[in-house]
């Protein structure tokens, strides 16, 4: 008899999880539509708000191969802006390789100097740590404007006047705080654990930074290069204060110039033109790395 009912009972229980599957299956579609209803006002307002964003470039680069007066492209569609952009002075390409050689080695010294900043305040403890890295972040609280003439001076006295490299060491100087505030949160997140053990395996401080730490923290210096790419790429002040000479302009700068040139005139198509060729690289740029421009972001942002 006990085995009789030990049976019925695991029929029983057998039958009545069949007969809870299908109802189970059932239910999914119900569960999948509230995750849509409660999911749809974030889209919604996300969708929006992207909307808000490219919809200004999405016009740009229309009106810059529409037709338009007073500009190179009167009749038709096509690329009369972009052949005045080209013929501009000294050249659409000598001013992409102004913009480019400033913007990359302004990214270069910047990821050099926060890294071993952020590496330095994360990782050792030193007298008066706390200040320094205070002191470094204090730099954020003067107006930008205000340091250019300054530079300016300083520059001629080492003989870096109206030159790119000048600029590069400028931008790379109002990057910095930021940089080495974000490489010092990212280097914060990585567990300590992974130091002793580097260190019991005979890792140097050097080698402990260049095979340990730089792949955890790939995601950080990935957001600090792209943040420097896009401030030093899209910068109009530091070059027009610091920059006198036509044939080494940046591309804003340029752009800038152009747009009055002609009597007073404004060249609208020329403008939209180069507003265009300067969103590009940053468009692509973003589209590559967005997903380690938010992961550098995040990092350290949950450790407890």
């Known amino acids: 008899m006990a085995v009789m009912s030990r049976s019925t009972q695991t029929a029983t229980g057998g039958a009545q999880k069949a007969g809870r599957a299908p109802a189970s299956r059932k239910r999914k579609p119900g569960v999948t539509f509230a995750g849509i209803a409660l999911r749809m006002p974030y889209w919604v307002f996300s969708g929006a708000v992207g909307l808000i964003f490219v919809a200004p470039l999405v016009w740009t680069a229309v009106a810059s191969v529409s037709p338009q007066a007073a500009t190179n492209q009167v009749d038709g569609w096509g690329f009369g802006n972009y052949e005045t952009l080209a013929n501009y002075q ?26 071993l900043g952020g590496y330095a305040f994360a990782r050792f403890k030193f007298p008066g740590r706390n200040f ?33 490299v000048g600029v590069a060491l400028v931008l790379t100087m109002f990057q910095l705080p930021f940089s080495t505030f974000l490489m010092r949160i990212s280097f914060e997140a990585v567990p300590r654990e992974l130091d002793e053990a580097a260190t019991v395996d005979g890792c140097s401080t050097w080698g402990l930074l260049w095979r340990i730490l730089l792949p955890a923290v790939k995601p950080g210096l990935i957001t600090v290069g792209l ?37 007073g005139v404004v060249d609208y198509g020329a403008t939209e033109a180069g507003v265009v060729i300067l969103a590009l690289p940053c468009i692509i740029l973003f589209l590559l790395l967005q997903r380690h421009y938010v992961r550098g972001f995040m990092s350290g942002a949950l450790k407890g």
């Open 132 to 164: 320094l890295f205070l002191l470094t972040l204090a730099i954020l609280m003067v107006p930008y404007a205000t340091l250019l003439i300054p530079l300016y001076v300083l520059l001629n006295e080492v003989g870096l006047e109206n030159s790119l």
């Open 90 to 115: 000294a050249g659409i390409w000598r001013y992409l390789f102004n913009s480019a050689f400033v913007s990359l080695l302004t990214v270069a010294l910047t990821l050099a100097i926060s890294l």
């Open 227 to 263: 943040f420097s790419f896009l401030a030093a790429w899209n910068d109009f002040m530091a070059p027009l204060i610091l920059i006198n000479d036509t044939e080494r302009m940046t591309l804003p700068l340029a752009v800038s110039n152009l747009r009055g040139q002609v009597q």
